[in-house]
Structures are given as structure tokens and as C-alpha cells.
């Protein structure tokens, strides 16, 4: 199994320039998640989505948009990208919601700079 | 708001000893905790997890204890090797929180490095 694959690994845009990240998961899992990692910093959730078709803020959902339209695919979208919106990205799935028996399974994180 | 907090940022042991992780919390509200490690390049995994209702749990080297009454959760390793140098980070989150409950709350990590 693939797990979680994200794409691109490293990505460089200027101010303005909008992008999207790919995120697929071949674990057939309902749940899925989008985080953040600054330099220095623990991750921090900006998208989630429960099910396809649903999806819900996190704690830094500013300048970003997500849609879910299968199981398997929860693309990030950045509009008018900005420099702090520089980070580390990750997508996550899990078989349920929440800790129980149930770990986040992670990509290998997308490294996004913007200048 | 920090509600997890690890004070260390890092932390060396010599191989086949034990390595010790700590984590703070701020908010009793939380009903489970989980360490990840991270490795260069690669993203977060699941080594293991604590629910509020166990003073401790076990897997194989890797032990968690929670003290309650401290807000002090701690991730003990050994005998420590040097495959587990990695970015340790403690993490929680509620059950049954309804829609927020996959909202894992990160610390900072601590980087660990085991020296042969």
C-alpha cells in the first residue's frame, strides 16, 4: 500500500500565484486532514473533511480552500499565495475520527516556499 | 494558547540507555495523548498512545506514563538506539468531541539523538 502520497514535494512560488496540493490515500479511510509545520513549531490543523463531500475548518484555514469530492483525494488549494504562508505541509487520513485505535497516518509532507 | 508543551528541544543519550521525553499540558479537558516521531524528509508516525483513564502504557521499548495531577505525560525509551534520533512529538486530542475531535494539538517536538 501507497498509504498517504502527496504532491508535489517542493514547490517555489511567487506572491500572488495560487497552487494546489494533491493528497490521495489508498487506505480507504473517511477521514482526512490538512497540516501546517513551521519551522520550530508543533503541526497545526488548517482543513479537515469527515467524508467526501464534507469538509470543516481547522485552527488556520485563512488563505486556503479544500474540497472532497471522493474518498481518496483531499486537494489543498492557496488562492493568492503569501510568505507566511511558507511551511511545511501535510496531509493526513485516519480510519476514524479521533485517537482512539485510530492514528493519523501522514504523507511525506509538501515544502512549500513563497517570496 | 500552547495547551501541549515540550520544554526540551532537544536531547542526546548514549545508545542502551534510556531517553526520556516530557510533555506539559495546560488543559484537563483532554481525554487522549499520543507521541509521534518524525523523521528528516518524512512525515509524522505513530508510536503510541495514552488515554486519560491509564497511568501508563507499554509497547515493546516504548512506555508512556501519565500523571494527572502534574499535567505531565513522559515517553520512555529503552534501551535507546540509534535508529530512534527523531523529532518526538507529544500530541492530544478529546474523544467524542464531535466535529473537532481530529484537531491533534502538536508541541514544538523534541529532537532525540542516540549516539552509538
Known amino acids: 500500500n501507497a498509504g498517504v502520497t502527496q504532491t508535489p514535494k517542493f514547490r517555489i512560488l511567487k506572491i500572488g500565484q495560487s497552487m494546489t496540493l494533491q493528497c490521495t490515500q489508498d487506505?480507504?479511510?473517511?477521514?482526512m486532514y490538512w497540516y501546517r509545520q513551521d519551522p520550530g513549531m508543533g503541526l497545526k490543523l488548517i482543513y479537515y473533511s469527515v467524508g467526501a463531500g464534507i469538509t470543516d475548518k481547522g485552527e488556520v484555514p485563512n488563505g486556503y480552500n479544500v474540497s472532497r469530492s471522493t474518498t481518496e483525494d483531499f486537494p489543498l488549494r492557496l488562492e493568492l499565495a503569501a510568505p507566511s504562508q511558507t511551511s511545511v505541509y501535510f496531509c493526513?487520513?485516519?480510519?476514524?475520527?479521533?485517537?482512539?485505535?485510530?492514528?493519523?497516518?501522514f504523507g511525506n509532507g509538501t515544502r512549500l516556499t513563497v517570496t | 494558547d500552547q495547551q501541549v508543551k515540550q520544554n526540551s528541544p532537544s536531547l542526546s543519550v548514549q545508545e542502551g540507555r534510556i531517553s526520556i521525553l516530557n510533555c506539559d499540558y495546560t488543559?484537563?479537558?483532554?481525554?487522549?495523548f499520543l507521541w509521534y516521531k518524525k523523521y528528516p524528509a518524512e512525515g509524522p508516525t505513530f508510536l503510541i498512545s495514552?488515554?486519560?483513564?491509564?497511568d501508563k502504557n507499554e509497547d515493546g521499548r516504548f512506555t508512556v506514563f501519565l500523571n494527572k495531577s502534574a499535567k505531565h505525560l513522559s515517553l520512555h525509551i529503552v534501551p535507546s538506539q540509534p535508529g530512534d534520533s527523531a523529532v518526538y512529538f507529544c500530541a492530544r486530542t478529546r474523544i467524542n468531541d464531535g466535529g473537532s475531535q481530529g484537531n491533534l494539538i502538536f508541541g514544538k517536538g523534541t529532537k532525540l539523538s542516540v549516539k552509538p
Open positions: 493526513a487520513s485516519s480510519f476514524r475520527q479521533g485517537a482512539t485505535g485510530s492514528p493519523l497516518h
Open positions: 487506505m480507504n479511510h473517511n477521514y
Open positions: 488543559n484537563s479537558m483532554f481525554d487522549y
Open positions: 495514552i488515554s486519560s483513564i491509564k
